[in-house]
């Protein structure tokens, strides 16, 4: 298997192309503008692109969605109540699998309400639920503060430390993490009451 992490468009963000081999099946994550060195790559690397995952509904993170379809015929996959054009709905738990490769959904709304993690192959995206050293903002439309406390200190942190971290954006000191190194250096995830992580965002 092999991860190519694209930083593109201007808002630092990361677009990856997975796939299980050179000329095997893949996926694309959060195609977003400026999409060429990704189709480029796909080409290069003779990927079959089966889907399309967008981890939220945000342009940043599913404007390169029609650039990747047409040129690959690939599926756009989202949660259910994404405002996109979607060919394949999931929800919480649901799987599914681009050849060899297995993919989990695990619902995380606080920044959208169709925000989702894809767990893959040891790898966790997480788009703009989780960055490295933080979290998604809540104040824009679809956000929700008390929704992103659940996601992150209940959903988040439950997750297998040995998991790799592949953010939405290039916030962080490093373009990748763990969850376990989240857990211990994301001030973010430190343990808080609802209350308590309100009054934090407030701050």
């Not at 480029?40 to 690397?45: F, N, P, Q, V």
């Not at 916030?171 to 211990?184: A, D, N, Q």
Request: negative net charge; proline residues 6%.
């Amino acid at each position: 298997m092999f991860i190519d992490q694209f930083r593109i468009g201007p808002y630092l963000n990361f677009t990856y192309l997975v796939a299980d081999r050179e000329g095997g099946d893949g996926v694309v994550i959060d195609p977003s503008y400026g999409i060429d060195p990704v189709l480029a790559a796909i080409d290069a690397k003779r990927v079959k692109v089966r889907y399309i995952l967008n981890t939220h509904s945000h342009p940043d993170h599913c404007a390169g969605n029609q650039d990747v379809r047409e040129r690959t015929g690939a599926k756009v996959l989202a949660h259910r109540v994404a405002p996109l054009k979607q060919d394949v709905s999931v929800d919480d738990g649901d799987e599914f699998k681009s050849g060899p490769l297995r993919f989990q959904v695990k619902h995380t709304p606080g920044h959208t309400k169709d925000s989702v993690l894809y767990i893959f192959e040891g790898n966790v995206a997480t788009g703009d639920t989780l960055f490295v050293g933080e979290c998604g903002r809540t104040d824009l439309p679809g956000g929700d503060p008390a929704e992103m406390w659940d996601s992150l200190l209940h959903r988040v942190v439950s997750l297998d430390d040995a998991l790799v971290v592949l953010p939405g954006h290039d916030y962080g000191v490093t373009p990748t993490s763990t969850i376990g190194r989240e857990k211990r250096e994301n001030y973010t995830l430190k343990p808080r009451t609802k209350d308590e992580f309100l009054a934090f965002l407030r701050e």
